[in-house]
């Protein structure tokens, strides 16, 4: 399989970011880690190999990018406003570096965004947020409201809230979005979710499903057998989705 590594300095972040890109045509693949998680884990995880064939074949390029939750969404050291300041700084530069990369890696138009569980979050947050970029998205185990604590898993930012994070909500701020242009882009992709019967963040998936059945955008939801919150699980689910 053709595997490139790339690592340049980041002006939006600050600092040097890393990736990878597994392929060399098909529909780009914009791929978010787990919680605190690197580029290097989707192929460590073993979900490079479980769509080896897709990827061979020309018909998928991945592109699996770092994570900063560490110094934000995830750092309970910072102020809660300096979080979400962080994570739309990592959104900018997914946006303006990463995005016009892989467009020069690749001019193929088409791109999907894909996670697993705090990666998932990523995939449908910056989808739904940039509908004009994305056709479909793909998000496995994924929590949608960061903000409140579900079963063991705190909220993100203690007790404050303001809009930022309402705009970085999927569940808060989609049952409220009326734009019609961008309400058309959102319809014209299709969102995948998967997770597990006994998985926590089951609600958020149904509460998501929910909202996006209200604004009439394609997507299913497929809930699995069991928590079903492992890389062995996302192995098959992304055999399935991807």
């Given at each position: ?106 001019p193929q138009p088409f791109m999907i965004a894909l996670g697993c569980s705090f990666g998932a979050f990523h995939a449908v947050n910056i989808a739904l947020r940039h509908p004009q970029w994305f056709g479909k998205v793909v998000a496995l185990s994924g ?100």
């Open positions: 399989m053709h595997r490139e590594y790339h690592k340049w300095f980041s002006h939006h972040l600050n600092r040097d970011m890393e990736l990878l890109v597994f392929g060399q045509t098909g529909a780009r693949v914009l791929v978010f880690p787990t919680r605190r998680g690197r580029f290097f884990d989707f192929e460590g995880f073993g979900l490079v190999d479980a769509v080896a064939d897709k990827v061979n074949s020309g018909n998928l390029q991945l592109f699996c990018v770092d994570s900063v939750d560490a110094e934000g969404l995830y750092s309970r050291w910072i102020p809660p406003q300096e979080r979400i300041t962080r994570h739309l700084q990592f959104e900018q530069y997914v946006l303006d570096e990463v995005l016009p990369f892989t467009r020069l890696k690749n929590r949608y409201d960061l903000s409140t604590p579900v079963d063991c898993f705190r909220g993100l930012f203690d007790t404050y809230y303001d809009d930022t994070i309402y705009y970085n909500t999927p569940t808060h701020f989609l049952p409220n979005l009326h734009d019609d242009e961008t309400l058309a882009l959102l319809r014209r992709m299709h969102i995948l979710l998967a997770v597990g019967q006994e998985d926590p963040f089951l609600d958020n998936n149904r509460a998501l499903s929910y909202s996006l059945t209200e604004k009439h955008i394609p997507h299913n939801l497929y809930v699995w057998e069991g928590r079903a919150h492992k890389a062995d699980d996302w192995q098959q689910m992304v055999k399935v989705y991807l």
